[in-house]
């Protein structure tokens, strides 16, 4: 058996600033740091931080006034900030930039007079932050079959923003029904879906066109790990999501022969390398031979921390 590894795989920036956001709010105020929902989508992530200090809640209303709380990654609405000021919380906002940006132009557009619609999974907490940013009422489209079920108000110019975390390739295919349908609608075209999504599904693309069989190791929440899996399986190759290495299912390794068998993994923005080392490491006990990292984007992304947290307690 050989195991492959794309590259890029794994911890992005935004979820790289947002870890270390809570922990520097840990390390200047001490337990309890409450943070408004999953801090990234990680069950490891979340239990590390919580062994911490830091308590996951998914409602503020019952929080101490004075309270330290961090919001996630994915960005919340206007709404949550709202009540984070009115509760009297000291808050921290750890969305990612590259969320922020879209927040940012889902309000350019709404200032622009237009009718917005946002590309986009229901429920999805980036989903729900930035729909409530946008200061109007927003129409999700999840699906190309949403587009023809649309009932918008007439006499409005129309504008889409996407979720940072979706497939390129359905993406394209929602926006090009949106165009048909709506030809003057416009929108930023695919680059709401940020860099470190586009990374890892060419790399997935490319780790499947070597291998039998891909492992994604990522969160049954995880967005862009979902999709990861949905990439390499759209390309003909057997694809699970596995949470960790005791996810590995025996019936997966045999095909088409235990000793010429490839196995390719790669991991979700939000999954943590120890994860991975672990599922190789599960992989090699299993006769696998050398490990082989395929070549790909380099990525030297930083994202800066929040003023007030710039410099470490020393
Ligand atoms: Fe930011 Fe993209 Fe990472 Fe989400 S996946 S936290 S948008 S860099």
């Known amino acids: 058996m050989q195991v492959v590894l794309a590259q890029p795989r794994g911890f992005c920036a935004g979820v790289t600033r947002a870890i270390e956001i809570v ?149 394209r295919d929602i926006i090009a029904a949106l165009h048909a349908r709506y030809p003057d609608i416009v929108g930023p075209e695919v680059d709401d879906i940020c860099y470190a999504t586009q990374n890892r599904q060419v790399a997935v693309r490319a780790l499947a066109a070597q291998v039998d069989l891909v492992l994604v190791v990522g969160a049954r929440n995880s967005s862009n790990s979902n999709r990861l899996r949905e990439v390499a399986a759209h390309d003909g190759v057997p694809a699970h999501l596995v949470q960790d290495a005791s996810d590995i299912r025996p019936e997966w390794l045999r095909a088409p022969a235990l000793d010429t068998l490839r196995v390719g993994v790669t991991a979700g923005a939000s999954t943590p390398e120890v994860l991975v080392q672990e599922v190789v490491a599960a992989l090699r006990q299993r006769h696998a031979g050398p490990v082989v990292q395929l070549a790909g984007v380099r990525e030297d992304t930083r994202f800066r921390l929040p003023v007030q947290l710039a410099v470490p307690v020393v």
């Open 23 to 171: 922990e520097r709010v840990l390390e200047r105020h001490g337990a309890p740091v409450y943070v408004f929902h999953e801090i990234v989508h990680n069950q490891w992530v979340v239990n590390d931080l919580r062994s911490r200090g830091a308590v996951f809640v998914d409602t503020l209303a019952h929080l101490p006034a004075g309270s330290q709380v961090v919001f996630s990654a994915h960005g919340v609405s206007a709404a949550v900030v709202a009540q984070a000021q009115h509760l009297g919380l000291h808050s921290v906002d750890a969305t990612c930039p590259l969320v922020n940006k879209v927040h940012q132009q889902a309000q350019r557009f709404v200032r622009q007079g237009r009718t917005l619609l946002m590309i986009g999974h229901a429920g999805h907490e980036e989903v729900v932050g930035t729909m409530g940013q946008a200061g109007a009422p927003v129409h999700l489209v999840s699906q190309v079959g949403d587009v023809a079920a649309l009932n918008l108000p007439t006499g409005k110019p129309l504008a889409y923003v996407t979720q940072t975390t979706l497939s390129l390739d359905d993406t």
